[in-house]
């Protein structure tokens, strides 16, 4: 079965239970289909073993540093997919202007100034085609998923990385910062999940990621039970960030990660009615 007909059928069961999911799905199976019909090939990094192992005893993730080298050809491609893509609402008609203006050059620099954090870059190239940049950010980070995520498995190919060394709120291969988090195997071990890359790393269970509180009095778990599954906001009281979780077997591959994100997204929602607030994170459009 292809990705994108497993995805139609997880959707439809949730629209059964719940048919306000039913726009949202169908702006998630858009970005799916376009996503699906660019598989890309990307130039492995080839770095070795000791060196990968020296970047993340030093807290640096695996492509700091190799920015230069990732191959953005169909990244290029696939933001040109997402300049159409129905999840960008209101700002669709000034997204397919800017999709057939753009250079390849202009595009490759402004997904290069992502990896590298350069906000100067991507500023201009907002106020150029007159983008909104919280809209301008989610298709960035989407249409370089396909991409990064080969590097991701090419990081996990090597089996250097250590879990339980790691414990950070970034993530090892690309460095942002986690999008959810899936609570698995018998001692339900919070992992930690990239939106950028689909990198998976586990984090401590009773401790804040945004300000590293472990004083259990200030952190709290809100546990919410549905007919689709089981899910939590783990909430902090000293910086009033969150994260919002999902119960799994398994991990998620890439496009059933987004379907996570996109369908927990009223835990959002609500934990922004509490006073909550995920730092340093864009939101998913819906």
Not at 21 to 46: F, M, T
Not at 179 to 206: K, M, N, P, V
Request: proline share 3%; charged share 30%.
């Amino acid at each position: 079965m292809s990705t994108v007909r497993a995805i139609k059928n997880v959707w439809n069961r949730y629209i059964d239970k719940n048919k306000d999911y039913k726009n949202v799905s169908k702006v998630h199976i858009d970005l799916v289909e376009r996503l699906e019909k660019i598989e890309p090939l990307v130039a492995r990094l080839e770095l070795s073993k000791e060196e990968i192992a020296s970047k993340l005893q030093q807290g640096i993730p695996y492509l700091e540093g190799e920015e230069d080298k990732v191959e953005l050809q169909f990244a290029i491609m696939h933001f040109r997919e997402l300049s159409n893509w129905t999840g960008l609402g209101d700002s669709r008609s000034i997204f397919k202007k800017m999709g057939k203006k753009a250079t390849d050059a202009e595009i490759q620099q402004l997904q290069r100034a992502w990896l590298l954090g350069d906000s100067t870059v991507i500023d201009q190239f907002a106020g150029q085609y007159n983008l909104p940049l919280d809209v301008l950010f989610v298709v960035i980070r989407y249409s370089l998923l396909p991409t990064l995520n080969q590097y991701t498995k090419e990081f996990e190919e090597t089996k250097v990385f250590n879990e339980e060394e790691w414990m950070k709120d970034y993530c090892p291969v690309c460095g942002d910062q986690h999008g959810l988090a899936e609570y698995r195997g018998s001692e339900r071990l919070r992992h930690f999940r990239c939106l950028s890359c689909a990198g998976d790393w586990t984090y401590w269970r009773i401790a804040c990621p945004h300000c590293e509180n472990k004083d259990h009095n200030q952190l709290s778990t809100l546990l919410i039970q549905e007919e689709k599954g089981s899910f939590q906001i783990d909430a902090c009281d000293a910086c009033h960030g969150y994260v919002k979780g999902i119960n799994k077997l398994d991990p998620s591959s890439p496009m059933f990660l987004l379907l996570d994100d996109f369908a927990t997204f009223h835990l959002d929602l609500l934990a922004k009615e509490k006073g909550y607030h995920r730092q340093g994170s864009q939101t998913t459009l819906q």
